[in-house]
């Protein structure tokens, strides 16, 4: 298959290859992929093109305090926040559970716009390390920005030591017109679990371009759910290795999309290793003028016997002008799989509706109600309790 | 039981040639020079005999292929194709009529018995003079042998009823209006590399017109067979079927077993008008290559039916075992109000096979219904993809469409792929997709096994109830061959 190589020339590729100095020249050869490039055939980063994003200054206390305020997170054993790009010190609390720790390479995915922005222009986000057996809590990552024509590129790793456990909870707001460009790399050790549950509600003219780089060994548990609700143009990509026999990873998530917005879920799972299991639930609400995109690829390589993959992409559109193009794909190489994905399309039951109504519910009402059961198998996925709270408010606010 | 007996012919079949259909038949042919620019073109309208018109056509057609790229996306791997080293025309030689099947070229008959055409059939196609008037049969022959259909028959028959069913070159003479309104309407000369390439040097293939209220007397059919070495087969075959008017055409192809790859990139069309129906099937046996995948057809077709009227009705039916790579989309695009598409597939690959195959299905007006079921099939080291497209536009209120795409694998050294594209901008219709990959279950061989019947026997039965659904939307004649093709498809691949 191909991935084509569209390069543009713009305003904002010369503005990024010159901040990266050095290190950016697979950027400048690859530039910004068109609509003609497969993987972006549905998200158009043309709007984008045309701005010069200039690197964040940092933002005071005080602005940071009242973004953090209006965001009401919850309690957790570690917080760590980042402002513009910056680790907002005076608001960081880690537990002695985590240890910090020098980020090192791991795949480069160099065929990923994403990955390849970040590796230009990255950060310093947060690297840590839960250390063997050791069930860390939970950890509340924060990013937000705020101002107009700038980009941030946070690079975050996050190791768990065989046995470990930890949930992080990734929230990522802001406002302006901005690009938040972060990337995770994630490596879970044998019989290690992380629940990552991100919230993505940057500000509504934002751009959000998350790449998730997961690596989970054997026994080991990588369990995701993202609720992407937020920002002009947002993607948010997971590529998953299961690198060694029965290990799990999930990737969950619900987008919900409004206005001109819209939403993208793109994830990889490559079953690289024999008897380990993948699951994927993935809801969109689309509204008004809102575009949702999923795709979603599992491989299965030819050692990866027993694999049981398992993969739901779900749509409701409530508006005439909403839009969903999804793209659910096997690749499997090993004959002894049990692979399968369904996938549906479709406005809100009008039996449905009219049962509610015959039983005296207002249309308004009736609506929201089976808008928020086609969601609730899919919240479900979410394990910790607190968390799925916050992101029902989230939904329902 | 009939089936295992039925099985055992087939493997002892197998067992003195590795490709049944693997035969070279020796007849005098008239063959271009190899190579392709404006002269070949040109040469290919002047020994057609074609109006000025369908030369400038063809020109244009070229000089548009120029400036394209051959497409990449396919999950297909082949060294680069030379298009100059190819000769894009090949004719047998005319010869009068003979006057009884002892004069035609024995040759050609044997090609026809190895084919297994009935000799009546046989009688027909070698233009034997006389032997319409004998016996009616049921299906209409329309045999491509090379590039040139060698004889048309029954066309008596169908012209009483007001249906055209005879080479494209022959429509290009005789219903030019027809050809000029239709040709190229529904896959333009610029749709893909491989059409532009078609719509420049198409040899031949079938036309069939089927007026208003007309429902065709009996099913159409064509073999296509590529004979003469080194020669690329470009058929172009255009259907069109008017109100209320329905048609089945049959495409059957095997092809004598070659060292070097052939390219084979034909281009079909479709037209149903209002409450038109058109049920379009196809089994395809092309010549896969050998165990190592040396020598095979390349299958590069674009198959496109429009259903331009209301509640019209397109239906693509293919087993595909053949070619060495096959790169082919059946699509519909549903432009008439409570239209229908759909699509059945069989798509089997072995040894060193590759296949990138499935469907589009465009709903463009309101209530317009379509079904994809195919059924993919690796064994060996072969590679096999489904690629589908369903497509809401914004008119296309309460549209259905549904999607089962299943792939069985068999043996640990072949690809199964599934690449489907669902893209909605209406609220009100639905989509539903469904795809599953597995290999066949131990229980079922098991139960088989415990029954008496051998390995092979037991993946026979299994895929055959696997492919099941498709294999009944088959005409009965088809299915009977197509089952056996499976089970030959798949030996080897067990055990």
């Keep these: ?397 | 039981m009939p089936a295992v007996t039925e099985t055992r012919e087939t493997v002892e079949k197998l067992a003195k040639s590795s490709y049944e259909w693997g035969f070279e038949t020796d007849i005098e042919m008239d063959i271009a020079p190899k190579g392709l620019n404006e002269d070949t073109v040109r040469l290919i309208s002047e020994r057609k005999r074609e109006p000025e018109w369908m030369l400038e056509w063809r020109l244009k057609a070229f000089r548009m292929w120029l400036e394209m790229k051959e497409p990449e996306w396919a999950k297909v791997s082949h060294p680069p194709i030379d298009y100059q080293d190819a000769h894009y025309f090949a004719q047998p030689k005319k010869k009068p009529g003979p006057k009884s099947l002892d004069e035609v070229d024995p040759e050609l008959l044997k090609t026809y018995a190895k084919l297994g055409i009935p000799l009546h059939e046989q009688a027909l196609l070698a233009g034997v003079e006389g032997a319409e008037d004998q016996k009616r049969l049921p299906v209409a022959v329309d045999a491509v042998f090379d590039s040139v259909s060698v004889a048309t028959t029954f066309r008596k028959t169908l012209e009483e009823a007001g249906v055209i069913f005879c080479p494209i070159s022959d429509a290009i003479r005789e219903h030019p209006d027809l050809v000029k309104q239709y040709l190229g309407s529904v896959v333009p000369a610029a749709d893909n590399f491989f059409a532009a390439l078609n719509s420049a040097v198409f040899t031949d293939g079938s036309f069939v017109f089927v007026p208003k209220g007309v429902r065709c007397p009996m099913e159409l059919s064509t073999y296509f067979r590529i004979n003469a070495r080194n020669t690329g087969q470009f058929e172009r075959t255009l259907i069109i079927v008017e109100d209320g008017a329905s048609v089945s055409y049959l495409e059957g192809c095997t092809a004598p077993q070659r060292d070097e790859n052939q390219l084979h990139a034909a281009v079909v069309e479709l037209i149903a008008m209002d409450d038109a129906s058109i049920k379009y099937s196809t089994v395809q046996n092309w010549y896969p290559g050998d165990d190592e995948g040396r020598g095979g057809i390349y299958n590069f077709v674009t198959k496109r039916g429009a259903c331009r009227g209301a509640r019209s009705k397109i239906s693509w039916t293919q087993v595909e075992t053949g070619s060495a790579i096959t790169w082919k989309y059946p699509s519909c695009v549903l432009a008439g109000e409570g239209s229908v598409g759909e699509f059945y597939s069989v798509a089997v690959t072995n040894n060193h096979q590759q296949a990138d195959t499935g469907t589009k299905m465009i709903h463009l007006a309101p209530n317009t219904r379509s079904t994809i079921i195919a059924k993919t099939i690796s064994a060996g080291r072969s590679d096999s993809t489904y690629r589908g497209l369903v497509r809401m536009q914004p008119k296309a209120r309460n549209a259905r469409n549904f999607t089962q795409c299943d792939s069985l694998l068999i043996g640990d050294q072949c690809g199964a792929h599934t690449v489907p594209y669902i893209e909605s901008r209406n609220m009100t219709a639905r989509i539903e997709h469904e795809a599953t990959t597995s290999k066949i279950s131990e229980d079922q061989l098991f139960y088989c096994r415990s029954r008496g019947l051998s390995e092979e026997d037991a993946v026979g039965l299994i895929v055959n109830g696997f492919c099941r659904e498709v294999l009944k939307e088959l005409p009965m004649e088809f299915a009977v061959e197509a089952q056996k093709l499976l089970q030959v498809s798949l030996e080897g691949s067990v055990g």
């Design chain 1, 1 to 397: 298959m191909s991935t084509g190589t569209a390069v543009q020339s713009s305003p904002a590729l010369s503005a990024f290859v010159g901040r990266a100095a050095g290190h950016g020249s697979v950027l400048a050869e690859r530039g910004i992929p068109t609509r003609r490039v497969e993987a972006w055939r549905y998200t158009p980063l043309r709007a984008f093109t045309e701005t010069v994003w200039n690197e964040a200054s940092a933002l005071s206390d005080h602005d940071v305090q009242s973004l953090l305020d209006a965001l009401a997170l919850p309690e957790a054993e570690s917080r760590a926040v980042f402002a513009n790009g910056q680790e907002a010190a005076s608001q960081t609390r880690l537990s002695e559970n985590l240890v910090r720790s020098q980020g090192e390479a791991v795949d480069p995915l160099e065929d990923r716009f994403s990955a390849i922005l970040n590796a230009a222009l990255r950060q310093d986000g947060l690297s840590i390390r839960v250390p063997a057996g050791v069930a860390a809590g939970t950890l509340v990552l924060v990013s937000l920005t705020s101002g107009n024509a700038i980009s941030t590129h946070l690079r975050h790793q996050i190791v768990l030591e065989d046995g470990a456990s930890l949930t992080v909870f990734d929230v990522n707001a802001g406002d302006g017109r901005y690009v938040t460009n972060p990337r995770f790399d994630i490596v879970v050790g044998k019989g290690a679990q992380l629940n990552h549950v991100k919230l993505q509600r940057e500000g509504a003219n934002a751009g959000h371009l998350a790449l998730v780089y997961a690596s989970v060994d054997a026994n080991g548990n990588y369990d995701s759910f993202t609720l992407n609700q937020g920002s002009e143009l947002a993607r948010h990509e997971v590529v998953a290795t299961l690198t060694q026999a029965h290990a799990q990873v999930h990737v969950n998530g619900i987008q919900i999309v409004d206005g001109t917005r819209l939403n993208d879920l793109t994830s990889m799972i490559h079953h690289a290793a024999p008897d380990c299991g993948s699951r994927q639930t993935v809801k969109t609400v689309l509204s008004e003028s809102g575009q949702g995109v999923f795709q979603g690829k599992i491989l299965v390589d030819r050692v990866a016997q027993k694999t049981d993959g398992y993969q739901m992409n779900q749509a409701l559109l409530l508006s005439e002008k909403a839009q969903i193009n999804s793209k659910p794909e096997l690749e499997i190489y090993a004959d002894d799989v049990k692979c399968s994905h369904g996938a549906t399309v479709g406005a809100l039951d009008d039996e449905q509706l009219f049962y509610l109504r015959s039983r005296g519910v207002p249309e308004a009402e009736a609506r929201i109600i089976l808008v928020q059961a086609f969601l609730l198998d899919a919240l479900d996925l979410v394990t910790d309790e607190t968390l799925r709270d916050v992101l029902i408010r989230s939904i329902t606010a």
